[in-house]
């Protein structure tokens, strides 16, 4: 009996034991342990994977606010002003002092023709302008004579109005005879024949002599005319600059307007085609950072110089005519002109590929 009561006394306190909260029976215990760490990595994930998402949020949100203060495009390319180099006169040529891709200075010599032509054209032309300054000497001579003979003339003619007024006087008091007052009479009317005549003389000599002047400013264009033309048998260089595709050869003949060789000047700059959605905040004067594809490791400054009135194709050959057909809306480009802050210091041409960046806030 004692012993039952015992028993049922243990088994009322193990119940005891085994129903407290919190409490885990050894083997149960065991189970759960790699459910709770489980539990406990999968909240680290999230929460890393929340902390990343919103990291990520504010990069994507920084760098927006970073991104919209810029504008740039891949369609911009280095331009210049290409000159071809031609002939302005006709000649063989003689030297070419330049080869490809030489890089030459304002003035230097591109190309020299046979000048000996236009060297006896200059001389005769320098021969005719002495020879018409000859003749002005000798005219200016002329029309000094025939001043005097005319003042020689005038002399003789008052002479003989004297004579003759004088016989005639006496022929009437009956002191002289009358053939006498004829005759000085008639020495009157020469005399008169011989002043007109040197007065006519004095005349055509005073105007023959513009004649020699006009025909004095012609020599002297036909010079200017052929100094232009021998200056020209010596082909230079316009600005500093490079050259390109040289066709012209010593031993060659050069025509009038022949292309020599195409000159590229050092003074390049790049046209930026930016969509025409970009151009809201472009100014110029903008800083612009430009990266050029022959160069990458390279950043070079520059500014916007200026944004041109117009897309592009309203200035091509053919520019679109909306009004002849179905519109599509396209966005247009326009052209923008980016130069250099400095020299860029490298070898630059133009068409090669450039990507500019403009900070528009």
């Keep these: 009996m004692e012993q039952r ?28 342990a790699p459910l709770r760490g489980a539990v406990r990595r999968r909240r680290a994930a999230i929460a890393a994977g929340a902390l990343a998402a919103i990291v990520l949020l504010i990069a994507l949100l920084l760098w927006w606010l970073n991104a919209r203060n810029y504008e740039s495009t891949d369609d911009a390319f280095i331009d210049a002003r290409t000159v071809q180099i031609s ?25 020299r023709l046979d000048d000996r032509d236009y060297v006896a054209q200059r001389d005769q032309a320098q021969a005719s302008i002495e020879n018409i300054q000859a003749q002005i000497v000798a005219q200016k001579a002329k029309i000094d004579q025939a001043q005097k003979q005319v003042a020689q003339a005038q002399a003789a003619l008052t002479f003989a109005q004297q004579q ?30 011989g002043y007109a005549a040197a007065q006519a003389n004095a005349v055509a000599t005073e105007k023959q002599e513009p004649v020699l002047e006009a025909q004095l400013k012609t020599a002297q264009a036909q010079l200017h005319q052929a100094e232009a033309n021998l200056s020209r048998t010596i082909i230079t260089a316009p600005v500093a600059g490079r050259i390109a ?17 195409m000159f590229v000047p050092r003074d390049v700059w790049v046209t930026a085609n930016f969509k025409e959605t970009q151009l809201d905040r472009m100014r110029p004067g903008q800083p612009v950072d430009i990266e050029i594809d ?16 117009g897309s592009g194709t309203a200035f091509s050959l053919l520019p679109a ?9 396209i966005v247009q480009r326009v052209p923008v002109k980016i130069v250099f802050d400095k020299p860029p210091g490298v070898l630059l041409g133009p068409g090669m590929s450039v990507v500019p960046t403009v900070k528009v806030r």
Excluded: C, W
């Design 5 to 32: 009561v015992d028993n049922d006394r243990r088994s009322d306190a193990q119940r005891e034991v085994e129903s407290r909260p919190g409490r885990d029976v050894p083997g149960e215990t065991a189970n759960k």
């Design 87 to 111: 002939a302005q006169v006709a000649g063989a040529i003689v030297d070419v002092p330049v080869t490809d891709n030489q890089l030459v200075e304002a003035g230097a010599e591109l190309v």
């Design 164 to 193: 003759a007024d004088r016989y005639q006087a006496l022929a009437k008091h009956g002191s002289g005879t009358v053939e006498q007052a004829q005759q000085y009479e008639s020495n009157l009317l020469q005399s008169q024949a």
């Design 245 to 261: 595709h040289l066709t012209a050869a010593k031993g060659g003949y050069a025509g009038v307007g022949q292309a020599l060789m």
């Design 294 to 309: 022959a160069y990458p490791s390279r950043t070079f400054r520059g500014h916007v110089d200026s944004i041109q009135p």
């Design 321 to 329: 005519e909306n009004a002849t057909g179905n519109y599509v809306k």
